[in-house]
């Protein structure tokens, strides 16, 4: 017996048994399928984000083989119209962050900048959440929609004769503004801090904001909305804390790394707003290291958030949808807004994915499908 195991291990440490052979998807593949050699190189990679989301597309285990097939075979058009083929831009890139903007482009045309977001497909029923009866929340980066901002600016000095009162009264709010589309500019930053530091400027800012947006959505759509359930952020809304902002974000696992300055608001949603359902997400939908994939065999019908923080007893829990009318939510104008300050550090990718993957083992190792899947990741998270 003790010749047989040195054989395996020497074959194996020669021959190299993860070069023939990994995971995508969960699924054991063989280097022919077409997307092992870019996904060899991405967990190769020294960037800590290119690792991530290699391991995530590795060992998602909600991923459809319809799903894998539809991402294989991708095709969309470029800003100049040019036609391109993902398998074929993926062959013919020459470093880890090449890959990963190639394969984030389909994350954001088939799931993001379309007004029939993917993740509702049939074949993605298996990730539909059906029990949930709770309200839901969304941590909202008001900076976020500078590109709409920039949009309502542009359609304010236009014939608004065909649009609503409300529409034109509220558009009026974006008229002078000049920051551009990029969320940190600084004059973008400086129109929204303006609008957001008093009570009654805020009100009427959110107010413009919620109806603009009412128009803005149908023309540019933009899903998913990333919502966590009211009771697992019930003990964070009332933080006082001079950057509770970032403290609200980190807990659902969006970095504030590039985002010192901007305002978040917590707007909060009954269940019935999203009856065209609600969905656990998946690497496909995130296309970020910062997505964690539910463990495979885990009796949770909605994903669970990384903590950048490192402090969460138990990961949020995380579901994405179609984005609804913001006019159908709650938000608190003192309590549930406030501005990034940058004062909070954040875990480094990597160390926030390692706490992550120690909290689903203390909760999910009796369960002996997920305490296998666990363990492949930790090996390649490692």
């Known amino acids: 017996m003790r010749l047989i195991e040195l ?96 394969l984030v482009q389909y994350c954001r045309h088939r799931n993001q900048l379309t007004a ?33 901002f920039v949009w309502a600016r542009d359609v304010a000095h236009q014939d608004l004769s065909q649009r609503t009162l409300e529409f034109r009264d509220a558009i009026q709010m974006f008229s002078t503004y000049r920051g551009g589309a990029n969320p940190q500019s600084a004059r973008g930053k400086k129109f929204v801090d303006r ?38 952020f019930e003990s964070y809304r009332q933080l006082t804390a ?48 910062y997505h964690f994939p539910a463990p495979e065999g885990t009796p949770v019908e909605g994903g669970m958030a990384v903590d950048l923080q490192m402090e969460a007893d138990m990961p949020a829990a995380e579901y994405i949808a179609k984005w609804p009318s913001l006019k159908l939510a709650y938000f608190d104008l003192q309590s549930g807004c406030a501005k990034i300050e940058g004062t909070v550090l954040e875990s480094s990718l990597q160390a926030a994915r390692q706490h992550h993957l120690s909290k689903l083992n203390q909760n999910f190792r009796n369960i002996p499908t997920a305490a296998r899947w666990l363990r492949r990741v930790e090996k390649t998270q490692v």
């Open 7 to 102: 054989i395996r291990n020497f074959l194996k440490n020669t021959l190299g048994r993860r070069t023939w052979a990994m995971r995508i998807f969960n699924r054991i593949r063989n280097r022919q399928h077409p997307l092992f050699a870019p996904l060899r190189i991405l967990a190769a990679s020294t960037d800590q984000h290119s690792r991530a989301f290699a391991c995530n597309l590795m060992h998602d285990p909600r991923i459809t083989y319809k799903q894998e097939q539809d991402l294989i075979g991708f095709e969309w058009k470029d800003d100049s119209q040019q036609k391109r083929n993902l398998l074929q831009c993926l062959n013919q890139c020459k470093n880890d962050a090449e890959i990963r903007d190639y």
């Open 116 to 148: 029939d977001p993917y993740f509702r497909d049939t074949s993605n029923d298996h990730n539909k959440a059906l029990e949930l009866r709770e309200r839901l929340l969304n941590v909202f980066m008001v900076n976020g929609l500078s590109t709409m």
């Open 195 to 232: 609008r957001m530091q008093s009570s009654s400027s805020r009100m009427q800012f959110i107010a413009a904001m919620v109806a603009v947006y009412e128009v803005y959505r149908t023309e540019n759509p933009y899903h998913p909305i990333w919502l966590t359930t009211l009771h697992d």
């Open 242 to 289: 001079e950057d509770k902002a970032s403290r609200w974000t980190h807990l659902v696992g969006v970095s504030t790394e590039r985002k010192t300055g901007q305002w978040v608001v917590l707007f909060t949603f009954d269940v019935s707003c999203f009856s065209d359902g609600l969905y656990r997400p998946t690497i496909l939908e995130s296309g970020t290291g």
